[in-house]
């Protein structure tokens, strides 16, 4: 059973452009979560999603970010206009149900703005 | 202090000591998780703490959980150089709609071989 897989690990981009990152939970977990840490910081809550369905998105800025877990497929975070503000490291984690039990973190995406 | 805040920030002992974080939080939890985070990886899952239980083992690992004091503490024994990573507590709240961990800054843990 493989563990919660992010990809790509590393990801630049330019000021302005896209980025997407990409989360296929642990099998058979169908709630997976989004956080974001900042250098020499901790995580912090960003999006919390079941199949098809945004459940907490109370961490997640106003504009430019979404997140979407389609029945099929694996998690996406979608970063519009990247400003160099958003550079650091996203991580996903997923569980097989809600409460209780520990999540299971990918090793992260880091999004490097230049 | 923010929720799930550890202390110290940085610790640094010596090879077969035992290294003591602490963890303080201010809301009711249901559970509290302690994690590990080795510079530029992810994070690895040590240890959960249910809020009715007051000490838990795993290996060389020891929590506790105080909830009157709201806090939480990681002891790791004998302690190897391989332990030399970043320790994170996170706690899950019962409060608010879905399940979220609410992490703190990290202690930074070095140990000298």
């Known amino acids: 059973n493989a563990g919660v897989m992010q990809n790509p690990r590393h990801l630049v981009r330019r000021r302005g452009q896209e980025a997407r990152l990409r989360c296929s939970p642990m099998k058979g977990h169908s709630h997976v979560y989004w956080y974001r840490q900042l250098p020499e910081e901790g995580l912090k809550f960003m999006v919390y999603l079941q199949k098809e369905n945004i459940i907490d998105e109370s961490g997640m800025p106003k504009e430019r970010f979404s997140a979407e877990f389609p029945k099929e497929g694996p998690s996406i975070l979608r970063i519009q206009q990247v400003v160099r503000g958003d550079s650091a490291a996203y991580f996903c984690?997923?569980?097989?149900?809600?409460?209780?039990?520990?999540?299971?973190f990918g090793q992260g995406t880091r999004l490097t703005v230049v | 202090s923010q929720q799930g805040e550890e202390d110290p920030q940085a610790l640094s002992i010596q090879e077969g000591e035992n290294a003591t974080m602490n963890c303080s939080y201010k809301?009711?939890?249901?559970?509290l998780q302690w994690y590990r985070q080795n510079s530029g990886r992810g994070l690895v899952h040590l240890i959960l703490?249910?809020?009715?239980?007051r000490e838990k083992h795993s290996g060389r690992l020891r929590v506790t959980l105080d909830t009157s004091k709201k806090s939480s503490s990681l002891l790791i024994t004998a302690s190897r150089a391989a332990d030399t990573a970043s320790y994170f507590c996170a706690t899950d709240s019962p409060s608010g709609s879905a399940r979220q961990l609410t992490f703190g800054s990290g202690t930074q843990l070095t140990v000298l071989p």
């Open positions: 703490i249910r809020s009715n239980e």
């Open positions: 809301t009711s939890i249901n559970n």
């Open positions: 984690a997923s569980s097989p149900m809600e409460g209780g039990t520990e999540a299971f």
